[in-house]
């Protein structure tokens, strides 16, 4: 089966700024892809190219199985794009507002209210339903406004940042939301700086960084590809810490960092010998350990190692995507 989405080489300018510098994705039919990276990485541009929101200036991108440039209508048909910000009509109830977008889209009186009704009890709105959109919350505005999405089912679902600025409850209730789509066999493409977004809802993910993909993989694939693990110590004085530092540099060639507790210190191993080494050189020199653990590399680990720097919000915000009219 052909993929939902596949680019080659994608490229767009905006002025002097290069903000996709030749992408290439490929995601099959069915799955939730997760396109990974701090502010101005690529991701809201990427988005505005495949919903033919935005032309390129080079490259190709076809989705389902239709030219993005050349067929952008019957793109179009068979794709559904939440953005970042809710297109909630604050003036509408929550009811009216699932009526407008299913008339929007050519439905009779009846279906549009039947449609709306049924999307209200999936998201968990029917209390809200009679409530004007101004009186939601932001997570009652985003599950709305993601119903709104699913009001005529789309192959493709593109989900720009869906949970940004939403509290945790709300945010683990947009992932239930995100895994039921999916459950349901509609392609998911999903945009977001979290990294334990992407970690939770992602088969496979990108992470981009200044308009190139620069890792491609599942979680645990690109977690593979940092190598080794971390031991996270924990010294008995807080005043033996700089001690600590200065005793194991030496032996590790990855940096050895400090944690938020003055006690902390956290290094990264390749296997359990040198594990054995740092605990015997603490020891050697008369530094107490009073705990140690061991963690596998997440995708802080995995990003903070192909960029240099971490995926959080404002990240890069001097290369943000620019904002088209």
Do not use: C
């Amino acid at each position: 089966m052909s993929a939902s989405i596949e680019t080659v080489g994608l490229v767009k300018h905006f002025g002097a700024t290069r903000a996709l510098d030749g992408v290439d994705l490929s995601v099959a039919r069915g799955s939730v892809y997760g396109l990974l990276g701090p502010n101005g990485a690529g991701k809201t541009t990427t988005i505005r190219v495949l919903t033919t929101l935005l032309r390129p200036d080079g490259g190709s991108a076809r989705v389902l199985g239709h030219d993005v440039v050349t067929e952008p209508a019957r793109v179009r048909a068979k794709v559904s794009l939440t953005g970042q910000f809710a297109s909630v009509d604050d003036d509408l109830t929550g009811f009216e507002n699932l009526v407008l977008v299913g008339r929007l889209f050519g439905l009779p009186w009846a279906r549009a209210r039947r449609r709306a009704r049924e999307l209200l009890a999936a998201f968990a709105l029917e209390d809200a339903a009679s409530r004007q959109g101004r009186h939601y919350s932001g997570g009652m505005r985003r599950r709305l406004d993601i119903a709104a999405s699913l009001v005529l089912t789309p192959e493709l679902l593109f989900l720009d940042e869906p949970t940004t600025g939403l509290d945790p409850r709300s945010r683990n209730q947009v992932w239930d939301i995100v895994r039921a789509i999916a459950a349901e066999g509609t392609t998911v493409l999903l945009t977001t700086q979290y990294l334990e977004e992407a970690d939770r809802l992602a088969d496979r993910l990108a992470v981009i960084d200044h308009g190139r993909v620069i890792a491609e993989g599942t979680s645990d694939e690109l977690k593979r590809s940092v190598g080794g693990r971390t031991l996270h110590l924990r010294l008995a004085s807080a005043d033996r810490r700089d001690t600590a530092r200065t005793l194991l540099a030496p032996v590790f060639t990855d940096a050895v960092e400090d944690g938020a507790d003055p006690l902390a210190l956290a290094l990264r191993v390749s296997g359990d010998e040198e594990v054995i080494a740092a605990l015997t050189t603490l020891s050697g020199a008369g530094v107490a350990v009073a705990e140690f653990s061991m963690a596998q590399p997440t995708l802080d680990d995995v990003f903070f190692a192909l960029t240099g720097h971490a995926a959080g919000p404002g990240a890069d915000a001097a290369g943000a995507d620019p904002v088209q009219p």
